[in-house]
């Protein structure tokens, strides 16, 4: 991969999670497999041309399985996502976090100093778990060398590497040593002022303890781009200066193209904080969530998207991940729909190379049928939008 | 979880999950039993969000954008409500279940909320007395009929956002239209900020009592000589710290002794759909624990 990839016009990529598929669920829970996890397995080998996939569904035929081979599994399933990826066209991509838990439960569950505490409910029927901070922290292992190694060894497009950011870490997290004083009876003023300063100290500790040395292992394996999730990023509005200090103490001085994905906030609420944030060459954003469905690329017709001006008007220029795919439904953006959102970023920002083309967010909550389709319109949106613009096809 | 989530993937059936939920308010309501709580929840189990059960009562467009509530990692979908509201058609899922023990607490969102998280075309205030009147009024005579002798309204709205001085006024009408010939206590919890800029105008509503998240709220801020009840959110919602009972029983004394308000609900600050089942019991025997001991001090 290039150091000049964020100036690839129009560069197509997933944000990081998929679903996973029945028969791994199942197959690493234990649980029997029925022939219909079997049959989605031997369809999807079939139709992304996974190599040798006949030798999983053999595999799937001999539970139980072994540690090694649930291992195994979890392989086999990071090869099918990042065919399904690489299938769907993308110029960049990963395995849908196949081998994590979660993004979260992932990077604390590899770490000293949390202790997990159970899940709640993020939205509809969706969960995840939290865990308390207790101790010093620290990485117990670097905790994505293993996909990472893997990746490379298989895969025919760019790798992009999704990394959960320290601000969100703590965001998701419960505070049981930083802050626990919590005697009501003082001045609430105080009270607040002493919880600002815990939080502060938590972050960034998480950054320097835990990000960093992960993300330098990544790039002593020849990692070269890595996407640091931070959907938590905005959800403590006055705490913006303390999401830029913490990606930029986790990235300072290394040497990896480092992007950002923010989804699901007023991102108003950005600026000015992000200007400090100029080593963040992309910003991978969700914008359809917000967006009409209708086609057109006039202000009116395209209302999820007017703040892209703040991120055009950075001063060092950073590439947009422009969010085209609601992740939240199974509606099917055309093809022409996403053509539109792109020609309306483009216009908007003068110039595509400074435009990627991404869905919002991870497509985990969508079966894959529904995440195909919707990459699949993706790519081919972007075709339309480049023989507007008279772009030619990139080379892969 | 892992039923309702099954559900979705295919892998679980509605049977299992019906079952699931039995279970799960079962255990919550033994929890309130055993924690010594005066009145009872079915803790919202079915609700995904604040919302949705109103919303599906409405008839209203489903909703689909997702938007972050307030500062949590917790999201709801934004109800659509432009053009004309029709009236509630039907109370399934609104209602507490039939096996939550009396008196029952009923929860909806406070009807300024509700104005302000839905996406509409039209006067949010005119939306807020509109929906008070339409929409909760038509549910909370139906929850006082199941038997619920409280209902609490949730606003976080004003915790978080806060309120321009011209929408007091609305808000008061709106809160009438649910306060008029209501057989049941009218409660006003405004939570996710500091109450107490707001305390004066609060006194003022038309309900009979007035929820603060202390988490939040100075204690000194809230004044005296109240002629409401307090609902005290002296439980933290959203740390899984569990709360010393001495200063929980000290702030309630103190509440008691300078507020003194016409009654006073212990409770916690916000919601605890924020915390894991296994915290939030830890939280609501510490609720119990603390109100058993107020009420011990308070009759001696």
């Not at chain 1, 913006?240 to 193209?257: P, Q």
């Not at chain 2, 005296?224 to 004394?253: C, F, H, P, Q, Y």
């Not at chain 2, 603390?290 to 011990?296: F, G, M, P």
Request: hydrophobic content about 40%; aromatic content about 8%; glycine content about 6%.
């Amino acid at each position: 991969m290039s150091v000049d990839l964020d100036h690839k016009p129009l560069l197509t990529h997933e944000i990081g999670s998929l679903d996973k598929p029945g028969w791994r669920v199942k197959a690493y829970a234990g649980q029997p497999l029925s022939d219909r996890d079997l049959e989605e397995a031997r369809a999807w080998g079939e139709r992304l041309k996974v190599p040798d996939y006949e030798r999983l569904i053999d595999l799937l035929r001999h539970a139980p399985f072994s540690k090694e081979q649930k291992s195994d599994l979890q392989r086999w399933s990071s090869l099918y996502a990042l065919k399904l990826e690489e299938g769907a066209g993308l110029d960049v991509v990963y395995d849908g976090e196949q081998q994590r838990t979660e993004m979260y439960d992932w990077a604390v569950s590899h770490s000293d100093g949390f202790e997990r505490r159970g899940s709640v409910r993020a939205f509809d029927n969706k969960y995840y778990t939290k865990a308390a901070v207790v101790a010093p922290i620290s990485l117990r292992t670097p905790f994505h060398n293993a996909e990472f190694s893997y990746l490379v060894s298989v895969a025919d497009a760019e790798l992009k590497i999704p990394v959960t950011g320290a601000y969100t870490i703590a965001d998701w997290s419960f505070d049981e040593r930083y802050d626990v004083d919590t005697d009501l009876r003082e001045p609430a003023a105080d009270r607040r002022r002493k919880r600002k300063a815990a939080r502060r100290d938590f972050v960034l500790e998480i950054a320097r303890n835990l990000i960093r040395p992960n993300l330098m292992a990544l790039i002593g394996l020849g990692a070269r781009w890595i996407q640091v999730d931070e959907p938590g990023a905005s959800t403590e509005p006055d705490e913006l200066d303390l999401f830029v200090d913490s990606f930029n103490a986790s990235v300072e001085g290394l040497n990896a193209m480092f992007s950002t994905h923010l989804c699901f906030s007023d991102y108003n609420l950005f600026f000015p904080a992000i200007e400090r944030m100029s080593q963040c060459r992309q910003f991978a954003v969700g914008f359809a969530n917000y967006d009409s469905r209708e086609l057109g690329t006039t202000d009116q017709a395209r209302p999820g998207y007017h703040v892209i001006k703040k991120f055009a008007d950075l001063p060092y220029k950073p590439a947009l991940g422009l969010g085209v795919l609601d992740i939240h439904s199974d509606f099917i953006e055309s093809p022409e729909l996403v053509r539109d959102r792109v020609l309306y970023a483009v216009n908007v920002f003068g110039d595509p190379a400074r435009i990627h083309v991404t869905p919002d967010c991870g497509l985990r909550t969508r079966s894959w049928e529904v995440a195909f389709k919707k990459l699949r319109n993706m790519t081919a949106g972007v075709a339309l939008a480049r023989q507007e613009l008279g772009l030619k096809d990139p080379a892969r | 979880m892992a039923s309702t989530r099954g559900l979705d993937r295919g892998r679980v059936d509605a049977d299992a999950v019906e079952a699931a939920f039995a279970e799960d308010l079962a255990a919550f309501v033994r929890l309130q039993q055993k924690s010594g709580l005066d009145v009872f929840s079915d803790g919202l189990l079915r609700w995904q969000d604040i919302f949705r059960p109103l919303v599906d009562a409405l008839g209203a467009a489903k909703p689909e954008s997702l938007v972050r509530w307030f500062d949590t990692n917790t999201f709801f979908r934004e109800p659509e409500l432009s053009g004309a509201l029709a009236g509630v058609n039907h109370a399934d899922g609104l209602l507490p279940d039939a096996s939550v023990p009396r008196p029952r607490v009923a929860t909806l969102p406070s009807p300024f909320m509700f104005s302000r998280a839905a996406r509409t075309d039209r006067d949010r205030n005119q939306l807020m007395v509109d929906l008070a009147g339409t929409v909760l009024r038509p549910v909370v005579d139906a929850a006082v009929a199941a038997g619920c002798q409280l209902v609490h309204l949730e606003d976080p709205w004003i915790g978080y956002f806060g309120i321009e001085s011209k929408d007091w006024a609305p808000l008061r009408e709106a809160l009438e239209l649910l306060h008029r010939d209501l057989r049941a206590t009218l409660a006003f919890h405004v939570y996710f900020g500091d109450a107490g800029p707001h305390v004066d105008q609060l006194r003022r509503l038309p309900v009979d009592a007035i929820g603060v998240d202390l988490v939040e709220t100075d204690v000194n801020e809230l004044g005296s000589g109240w002629d409401k009840g307090l609902v005290a959110g002296v439980i933290d919602g959203r740390s899984s710290m569990l709360e010393s009972l001495e200063n929980t029983v000290e702030v309630a004394r103190h509440l008691a002794d300078t507020v003194r308000p016409r009654n006073l609900y212990l409770s916690s600050n916000c919601e605890l759909a924020f915390l894991p089942t296994v915290v939030a019991e830890q939280k609501v025997q510490r609720l119990g624990e603390a109100a058993k001991r107020v009420k011990q001090l308070v009759s001696v």
